[in-house]
């Protein structure tokens, strides 16, 4: 029951204070992230934790990755789209595994800061 109060009572609001002005409440750790399922070919927006990586590139742990399917249509590099603090940036993302351990790698488009 957990999961499913978060999904669909708690990221609803996540989704719409970080795509709102009150976005800066949030954003300073999390993101929306819009990607097409690789298998149903629907859009998904979700609400992620993020961290800058030295690089430029962000990163997105995935927890429970076992108990997630998001990540898995990003194993291949895939286009996607960000609400990074209050804007919206073209990026790709690649989800990658180490054991048990699952995190994605986001690049975005050059000129997207």
């Avoid at 800066?24 to 070919?41: K, M």
């Avoid at 690089?55 to 076992?66: I, M, N, Q, S, T």
């Avoid at 990540?71 to 595994?97: C, I, K, P, Q, Y």
């Amino acid at each position: 029951m957990r999961f499913g109060f978060l999904n669909h009572v708690v990221n609803p609001l996540v989704r719409a204070v970080l795509c709102s002005p009150l976005h800066r409440l949030l954003s300073g750790r999390l993101l929306l992230l819009t990607y097409v399922g690789h298998l149903s070919g629907e859009t998904h927006r979700i609400p992620v934790a993020y961290r800058p990586l030295p690089d430029g590139k962000l990163e997105v742990r995935v927890g429970a990755p076992e108990r997630k399917v998001w990540w898995r249509s990003l194993r291949s590099t895939a286009s996607v789209e960000l609400r990074l603090r209050g804007e919206r940036v073209g990026a790709t993302a690649t989800a990658h595994t180490r054991g048990v351990e699952v995190r994605v790698e986001i690049e975005r488009f050059s000129g997207d800061r």
